[in-house]
């Protein structure tokens, strides 16, 4: 699944991705500088908890923990402001 980071939250580490079926999922970073908005991402951003994307855009791996998935953008904002 790919999906392109909509918002972040680099302060606490969290960051919302908008997949290819229009929903959003929260994944928690585990590294600093993992992403920023607008990079493609791809891997298993439909199933929570610990998780190996790849960040296409900067062509390198990062380990992530999906804290949801599917959800509504306005959800997506709560949990990223």
């Given at each position: 699944m790919q999906g392109t980071v909509k918002l972040l939250n680099a302060?606490?580490?969290v960051?919302?991705?908008q997949t290819e079926a229009g929903d959003f999922t929260i994944i928690g970073l585990m590294s600093e500088d993992a992403v920023t908005v607008g990079d493609?991402?791809?891997?298993?951003l439909d199933a929570d908890g610990a998780a190996s994307?790849?960040?296409e855009t900067r062509d390198a791996d990062l380990e992530v923990y999906v804290e949801a998935c599917?959800?509504?953008e306005a959800f997506a904002r709560q949990q990223v402001d």
């Open positions: 302060d606490d580490a960051a919302a991705v493609r991402v791809s891997g298993a994307l790849r960040n599917g959800v509504s």
